[in-house]
């Protein structure tokens, strides 16, 4: 055989045998591969090759190494199977002789693996379709359970949201009766709790179904999960009502609580204020202590303001916000006034240090003019009728018993004053002040009722005059932009020129009463002043 011979000849890679199987030809869709073995267990039913000779076992005398020798039947007579020729243009292949192929086994396999994906799609929309048909994983009772399932998440959802609001507008309404106790406050209180009521009956319908109900037994029935859905739903939806209820509830208390937030905003600075008051004013009386000072009666108006600090201390809580303000306004002020009279203390000192001597100069200056009343008195009686200075006659005695009682006081106002007893020093120079004025009033008056006395005397028409001219002034402005006066008007001013007519006419003989004369045209001067007023008025406001 020639070298060309033996390339294109195809030889068996191992010894023929006449048993041995055909090679299964390899399927064109390669499924054996897809499905990763080599032959599918339970739908290949060939027949099962057994050894055509069956093993000897070995013998006493036979060794392991040295195994016997496999006696073979005789097999029929070999025969090389002809050399087959490729053909120059195909490819060369090996072609190997025997029995045919058995192809119904192929054939069963491809239409087993072609055939289960298309069953198993007609079997999947069977199983979840509706109907009496059994479901997969537990069936129409497990839609039936998770339906149930969302309605109780439902449910508690609800029931936590209106437990929150509650929670919430209770303290809105802890907040509103602890500052307000009108009678719109207390309809709220009552009003909030008929809603408290309603919550109780909503919630307890809530728990009554959750408890009636074990979602998460095995053995749930269908009937069961829809009856636990539907009372829940239906303690959802009551929970709801009720939350809106809650809500339309609680806008409806802004005005009340929107004062009530006010005052409690309020309430901290407050009482940080009375605290801060009183510990300055605790301060300003330590100041002025240091100085050598006493300050006794403010130190004792501090003290008073203790229990009141105590009270702020314990809070609202107890004793309500609008007392707990008003008392913090009130020790605020009154620490402030300690305050401020502490620190002007040594200038107080100093004032009522000057006004002892001020005042007792006073007095000395207006015991030399009381003198001088007696000389007075007595020209007026040479030159004067009775009548002009009969009430005068007092004034030289009143002068020098207020003079007297002026410098007691102010010995008492001193001995006040080296004691520091300030209150009591300052209320003695005010009594000392008034003593001092009525003596220099009266002691002024003497010799201004000669003075003018005196005037009228030697011209009494300077008087007259005055007086008609007020007079006539008043009767233009009464008759200005009219035809005819006002009786309200025109009456009082006909009657002042009467009363000027009869004083003018007491001039008249020996000794005339110039002092009456001189009253007269003063009172009749302030009657018309009171018309002329009236009149500016009326015509002021239209």
């Known amino acids: 055989m020639t070298a060309r011979e033996r390339d294109v000849t195809a ?50 005398a036979t060794s392991p190494t040295h195994a016997a020798p496999r006696i073979l039947p005789t097999s029929p007579t070999r025969t090389t199977p002809p050399a087959q020729t490729i053909r120059p243009t195909g490819s060369v292949r090996s072609v190997r002789q025997g029995p045919p192929p058995r192809p119904y086994v192929t054939a069963r396999d491809v239409l087993t693996l072609v055939a289960l994906p298309l069953l198993a799609a007609l079997a999947l929309p069977a199983a979840f379709a509706g109907g009496g048909t059994r479901r997969w994983f537990g069936g129409r009772s497990e839609s039936q359970r998770a339906e149930a399932q969302a309605a109780k998440d439902a449910a508690a959802a609800a029931f936590y949201e209106l437990d929150t609001a509650q929670r919430d507008l209770r303290i809105s309404i802890e907040t509103i009766t602890a500052v307000d106790d009108s009678p719109a406050a207390r309809r709220v209180v009552s009003d909030f709790a ?80 009375a605290r801060q008051a009183l510990l300055a004013a605790s301060n300003a009386l330590d100041s002025v202590r240091r100085s050598g000072l006493k300050a006794d009666d ?55 240090d000057h006004r002892l001597v001020s005042l007792r100069t006073r007095a000395q200056a207006l015991t030399t003019r009381s003198g001088q009343v007696e000389p007075v008195l007595s020209e007026l009686r040479r030159r004067f009728s009775a009548a002009c200075w009969q009430d005068l006659q007092h004034v030289p005695d009143q002068a020098a018993e207020n003079v007297r009682q ?137």
């Open 11 to 60: 030889t068996p890679s191992r010894p023929y045998s006449p048993f041995a199987g055909p090679a299964r030809p390899a399927h064109p869709l390669g499924l054996r591969s897809l499905l990763g073995f080599r032959s599918f267990v339970g739908f290949r039913r060939g027949p099962r090759r057994l050894p055509l000779t069956p093993p000897i076992p070995p013998t006493r």
């Open 194 to 273: 008929a809603l408290g009521r309603r919550i109780d009956e909503a919630s307890q319908k809530y728990i009554t179904a959750v408890d009636a109900h074990d979602l998460d037994r095995d053995e749930l029935e269908a009937s069961v999960a829809v009856r636990a859905r539907t009372e829940l739903v239906a303690a959802k939806d009551e929970l709801g009502r009720v939350k809106a209820d809650l809500d339309r509830f609680e806008q409806s208390l802004g005005p009340l609580l929107g004062k009530a937030e006010t005052q409690l905003a309020r309430l901290a600075p407050a009482v940080e204020r």
């Open 298 to 352: 403010l130190a004792a108006r501090l003290a008073a303001l203790a229990p009141e600090l105590t009270k702020l201390n314990r809070g609202a809580g107890q004793h309500g916000v609008p007392e707990t303000l008003e008392r913090a306004e009130r020790v605020s002020r009154e620490a402030a006034a300690v305050r401020s009279e502490a620190e002007r203390l040594p200038e107080r000192a100093a004032e009522i």
């Open 406 to 542: 002026a410098e007691a006081k102010l010995n008492e106002a001193r001995a006040a004053r080296e004691a520091q007893r300030w209150p009591d020093a300052t209320s003695l120079l005010a009594t000392v002040r008034a003593l001092l004025n009525s003596t220099d009033e009266a002691v002024s008056a003497a010799g201004d009722r000669l003075r003018r006395l005196n005037a009228v005397q030697k011209d009494p028409q300077q008087e007259i005059d005055r007086t008609r001219f007020a007079i006539r002034d008043a009767q233009r402005l009464a008759m200005a932009g009219r035809s005819t006066p006002d009786p309200r008007q025109a009456r009082p001013l006909d009657d002042a020129v009467g009363r000027l007519d009869r004083a003018v006419a007491t001039l008249e003989g020996r000794h005339p009463d110039y002092w009456h004369f001189l009253t007269e045209t003063e009172a009749v001067r302030q009657t018309v002043a009171h018309v002329v007023a009236q009149i500016r008025e009326e015509r002021g406001g239209a």
